[in-house]
């Protein structure tokens, strides 16, 4: 359920694209066929041998009027038109977006907003199934892109200007999306997941996303070990938003932007060596000792 | 007979007589200035892109509209410049040394006037705002600093065919040291009034 | 007869030893190192390639870090693009333009040795960077914000801009000395109509280096001064626009894969009609579709950018201009077939590589169409997808012709054959190799995985595509060792050629292999498309030379005509030996190493060479004629 392919569609706009790329598909291999064919024509037949052929063959050129140009300009109209014709889906003009996310690409991790940037979240998007979202993409930084191919097109996500792309799932799902323009050196590791709810749950999932993080003897750890120098907390006194959010990070599927799925023992390891599991990514090594890892897995997958 | 006669001759070609089009040395200096030309081309629509993409006001940032007197004295000098070096090009190709001499220094000085004038300009501007303070800040010194170097090399050219001149390399029927300076003297003249057009006239539209 | 021949080869007679080596002017020798520096380019870049497919070959491998692993494709883009084809195909176009159009040099003999030498010293400044671990790493195109100081603080992309800056001085030059060539030097009576379809292709590209070049410097300067000296072209904060380095990029860009797939085409053209006994079919229309297809070229670069939030309407536009396009390209692929049906085709080896050449082009050209469709193209661009077409076009398009000229012209350049089962057994291997590597590339990228990725995760049914490309990228490997092999072996061993091996139509196969040093004893006149074929005309100028007419004998001479109809006009008097070209790029290379270590003095010293440099090359030559 977490693959990216653009053949599975789960959306209307994803469906289109594929349907445009069946109709290519069809008329290249059609072409390919024509030309091979042609190749081997000419190769198998054995004609006799004698001076080179000088002749000028009206026949022959007509040939390469017919296919070279009346045939292909005929072939690429009716594919402009046939393209032209699928832009809508993909990118709607107006606004029939009920929902607005908006999204922050960051080297190498995807700032997550809901609700006019009141509520921040990290590399997991949640949407209601059949209510199309508006995702309005900048960054602060270098430029990345937003590629969820089951759902949509790709999307530039560029410094001083906001772009968007509309999510409209069909089905519930999780979607697994990545970085498509290169960022550096953690490019390959910059994923993210869709997750398409029925509307209630998606309503449960965001009222819970709102609530600040629970009073805990966690915090300290977490503030201790010089977390919150990078990483925010809902609720909790400092602000950083350097790094990810982690104020539910329990209730998140992956850690390090899908790199890894998001166990105890896996968060553990990540504690324990970042730059192993992503190197050269913005966390350094902390050198952490063990019990105080293990505090800081047991508080962080407690914030659901 | 002459082997280009006795080619022609073998391929029967129409017109007696040799023509000359133009030479090697003649293509050589169009090329050059085309992609150089082009070079300008570009930098001036990347200040287009620019400013059209700039929702503020033009210029940006507070920054004046460009003073207009000296750059269009540059300018009208510089144009100046241009129709003397073609009074010296018309002037060798009627044999007339002393045309050719004299119209190259006139050239080659009111080049000079010109870059002085450059130079001042710069300063001035640049007590306002410099390449680091912002992108339109920067595209105006590219854009003028390029052409300067354009045009520095420029004058080098005119004072080596100056000293060819001086001794007597060039005649009325074989100039091409001449012309491929005047060619290239051209295109920077040319770039000025652009750039003036550009930078200078089109912020008050 | 022999006394006139020995007049001609006294004049043109070289000395021997290094010194030769460092001032020959001859379009021969300078060709042959074009062919054989980029050949070793395009080695390097081919291990770059192979240890990238290694780390894919498997989920999640460690063979190399992420910034090796950026350093490797990035190089490898740049080493293929601009040190290896394109010179590569400068290299064929320097060896054979003056033979086919019956000249004894190239325009500006000099001003060749120059662009040899400045494109050897900007592969090895690019290629300095390696040891230091500092080879360029944001891609090929490198994008700004990434490629600025603040995101790659050391030398990595200054190497690139610099370099590039550098070989553009290299490939400019080479163009305006073809375009001069083409038009003033052909044989009498070889009117433009009449001229061999590779020259077409030639001087269609040079026109594109001479308008498409500038963007790519222009983009290479503000990208420096914004690195190094403060200035601000693309940053937002200070009103610039990253959007801004990817027109100018682009803009450059897409005419550039014209400017290589134009030559290749042309050798393509060469090789069409002499392996399928025939002239060519619709000569007209294939010179027409070369000069369309450089001049479109120019009015489709957005397509590269359909991703970035445009406007509908400018992408609208672009699409309608991108999928028009493959209008010329399909002119062409039915020329050389019909050419090939009504013919007697050969099946020698340079004929395999354009058969291949056809295959996998006309794949590469219909995912290009695919991608002028701007909602595929949102969904595909930046992925394996893209990926697999650029390869199809580019290796197909012009590393398949590149490999067909190598055996094609190799008894002209060496006077020897190569060995013609080696051939065959290297073009199976590489055209099995190839598409082994490349076709499950379409698939990976429409199963969503995306380009410049030092690593992948399994589950996402991307693994078994990867390691059959990387069991590909071996086969094709060996299919390149062979045809290594196969040249390095038969320079040595290969039995004789004669002059015409292959019944070639085209005159550098009038003249003897190798060709002496001045090409022709006498200049040939010329009365069709096929000069070789015309057996009287070629009769004619052997009892010329016995009567000593045409001969250009008083130095190194060669005959102007006129642009269009190839009418005589004017002796010509070329120089000879010279060491200033190479004195040129030496300086270059020290004003390039300054800009590089930011030691301006270094660079201004430079300067004052390059100025030297050029007023010893101006220094009135009693040889050279001033027209």
Known sequence: MRDQSTLRPASHAAQSIADLWWILFVVSVVVFFVVVTLLFVAVLRRRAGGAPDRSTSRGATKFVAVAGVIVPAIVVILLFFASVATLPAVSPAGKNARMTIDVVGRQWFWDVYYRNRTIRTANEIHIPVGVPVEIRVTSEDVIHSLWVPRLNRKIDVIPGQTNAVVFDADKPGIFRGQCAEFCGVEHGLMALLVVAQPAPQFDRWLADQAEPAP???????????????????????????????LSHLGSRLTIGAGTLTNTPEHLADWLRNPQRIKPGNKMPDLGLPEPEIQALVRYLESLK | MTTVAYARRTTEPTVEAAPRSASNGWWGMVLFVATEATLFTVLLASYFYIRFKTSSGWPPDGIADPKLLRALVMTALLTASGFVMYAAETGIRRGRQRALVLGLGATFLLGLAFLGLQIWETVVVAREFTPRTDTYGSLVFTITGAHSVHLVVGLLLLAWVQGRAWFRAYTAGRHLGVQMAAMYWYFVVVVQVAIFVSLYLTPRI | MEAHVERLEKVWAEPAGIVSFLTSVDHKR???????????????????????????????????????YDQLFSLHGTTMIFLFVTPMLSGFGNYCVPLMIGARDMAFPRLNALSYWVFLSSGLF????????????????????????????????????????FITISTTAGAANFIVTIFKLRAPGMSINRMPLFCWAVLATSFAVIFALPSLTVANTMLELERNWGFHFFQPAHGGDPLLWQHLFWIFGHPDVYIIFLPAIGIVSSVVPVFSRRSIVGYEWLALATV????????????????????????????????????????????????????????????????????????????????????????????????????????????????????????????????????????????????????????????????????????????????????????????????????????????????????????????????????????????????????????????????????????????????????????????????WPFVLALSLSVVFFGLLMKLYGVAILGCILVAGAIAGWHRPQRELQDQ
């Not at chain 1, 003897?217 to 938003?241: N, T």
């Not at chain 3, 070793?40 to 498997?58: H, K």
């Not at chain 3, 960077?129 to 360029?136: E, T």
């Open chain 3, 126 to 165: 690019i290629y300095a960077s390696v040891p230091f671990g500092l080879a360029p790493n944001d891609g090929w195109f490198n994008y700004v914000p990434l490629s600025d100081k603040v995101f790659t603080p050391d030398k990595n992309i200054d190497f690139y801009t610099l370099g590039l800056i």
């Open chain 3, 292 to 579: 369309l297809t450089g001049i479109v070229g120019f009015g489709v670069w957005v397509h590269h950018m359909f991703a970035t939030g445009l406007p509908q309407i400018s992408m609208t536009f672009f699409s309608a201009a991108s999928f028009m396009i493959v209008i010329p390209s399909g002119i062409q692929i039915f020329a050389w077939l019909a050419t090939m049906l009504t013919g007697r085709p050969v099946l020698k080896t340079p004929f395999l590589y354009v058969l291949g050449f056809v295959v996998v082009f006309v794949i590469g050209g219909l995912t290009g169409v695919m991608f002028a469709a701007v909602p595929f193209d949102q969904q595909a661009t930046d992925s394996y997808f893209v990926v697999a077409h650029f390869h199809y076009v580019l290796f197909g398009g012009a590393v398949f012709p590149i490999f067909a000229g190598i055996h094609y012209w190799f008894p002209k350049m060496s006077g020897r054959m190569y060995h013609e089962l080696a051939g065959q057994v290297s073009f199976w291997l590489v055209f099995v190799g190839f598409n082994l590597t490349f076709f499950p590339m379409h698939i990976s990228g429409l199963l969503g995985m995306p380009r410049r990725v030092y690593t992948y995760p399994g589950g996402l049914g991307w693994d078994a595509y990867n390691l059959l490309s990387t069991i590909g990228s071996g086969v094709l490997a060996a299919g390149i060792l062979v045809i290594a092999l196969n040249v390095l072996w038969s320079l040595r061993r290969g039995p004789p050629a004669l002059s015409d091996p292959w019944g070639g139509n085209t005159l550098e196969w009038s003249t003897s292999s190798p060709p002496p040093h001045f090409n022709f004893p006498v200049i040939p006149i010329v009365r069709s498309a096929d000069p070789n074929w015309d057996v009287e005309d070629r009769r004619q100028d052997a009892l010329r030379l016995e009567r000593g007419e045409l001969l250009l004998a008083d130095g190194h001479q060669t005959l102007a005509t006129t642009v269009l109809e190839g009418e005589a006009e004017d002796e010509l008097h070329m120089p000879s030996e010279s060491v």
């Open chain 1, 215 to 245: 009073k805990s003897p966690g915090l300290d750890a977490f503030v201790g070990a010089g977390c919150s120098g990078c990483h925010e907390i809902s609720g909790a006194p400092r602000k950083s938003r350097y790094g990810p959010d």
């Open chain 3, 30 to 68: 300078i060709g042959i190192r074009y062919l054989f520096t980029a050949f070793a380019f395009f080695i390097a870049a081919g291990i770059e390639a192979m240890v990238m497919r290694a780390q894919l070959a498997r989920p999640g491998e460690r063979l190399v870090s992420p910034e090796t």
